[in-house]
């Protein structure tokens, strides 16, 4: 029979977002649905990958023999994770819209109204594409980068510093792009190329996503 391209291939994708604790009722969070990172999986499987899905809280659901879904709502749970999975994966894809900073402190109990101003002392979580970026040896690494302004300097930043393969920008500045939407416009970016893409279902911007995977990697330049 046919090798599918992803046939004996292991791909991590992180997806949603995290919730960080304040106290027992209220959380950090941000409005990623996990749409993009599911249908990135949906792809995975497609092209005969095994794939393991962390995901942040979303409502989607999706099952499949070769796919291991954890359901985390930290980015600390989501790092933790990941980076017990890291060395055995070929492919990873960080399109989870991961938490910068959680609180200090956790309340244990419901925090009353008092003052007429209240703060939250910050402190950073842990970077997982950074992290994978450090300790990549034979992966192919893939990251997101969502933006409002400077979007392809920032991006290009964001794939130096975290040592990846190719960035996928999408932009708030785009109508139907970023999070929740069922559609999306993307630009792919290497060190030194940019592909822009039309707007179009999530579905077929997974699909663009990973044909360019395939290139590279069937250019013998990985795994
Ligand atoms: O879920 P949807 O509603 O479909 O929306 C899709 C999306 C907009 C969430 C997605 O397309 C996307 O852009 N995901 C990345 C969002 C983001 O947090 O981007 P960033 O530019 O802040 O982060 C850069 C990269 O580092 C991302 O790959 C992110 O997953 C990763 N990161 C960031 C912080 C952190 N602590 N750990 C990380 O791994």
């Known amino acids: 029979f046919k090798k599918m391209p992803l046939y004996g291939k292991k791909v991590l994708i992180t997806a949603g977002p ?24 949906k792809t995975a499987l497609n092209l005969g990958a095994k794939v393991i899905l962390i995901s942040g809280p979303t409502h989607l ?10 359901k ?8 933790d994770h990941a980076m017990q999975q890291f060395e055995s994966v070929n492919i990873a894809i960080a399109s989870a819209a991961v938490s910068d900073y959680r609180p ?3 309340q244990n109990q419901k925090v009353k109204k008092t003052e007429d101003t209240f703060r939250i002392d910050l402190v950073k979580n842990p970077d997982i594409l950074k992290t994978f970026g450090q300790n990549k040896t034979h992966q192919f690494l893939v990251g997101f ?19 990846l393969d190719f960035i996928v920008l999408n932009s708030l500045q785009d109508k139907g792009a970023g999070f929740k939407n069922d559609t999306n416009k993307i630009s792919i970016i290497t060190k030194d190329n940019i592909k822009r893409f039309d707007i179009k279902p999530k579905p077929e911007v ?18």
């Open 104 to 106: 200090k402190t956790y």
């Open 61 to 70: 659901k999706l099952s499949h023999p070769n796919l291991e879904l954890v």
């Open 145 to 163: 980068a969502l933006e409002t302004n400077n979007e392809v300097e920032n991006a290009k930043q964001k794939l130096a510093k975290k040592n």
């Open 18 to 41: 995290t919730y960080e604790a304040i106290d027992p009722v209220r959380y950090i969070g941000n409005h990623s649905s996990g749409k993009m990172g599911y249908e990135m999986t």
């Open 72 to 79: 985390v709502n930290t980015a600390q749970e989501m790092f």
């Open 206 to 223: 997974a699909q663009d996503i990973f044909n360019e995977i395939l290139s590279f990697i069937s250019d013998g330049k990985d795994n």
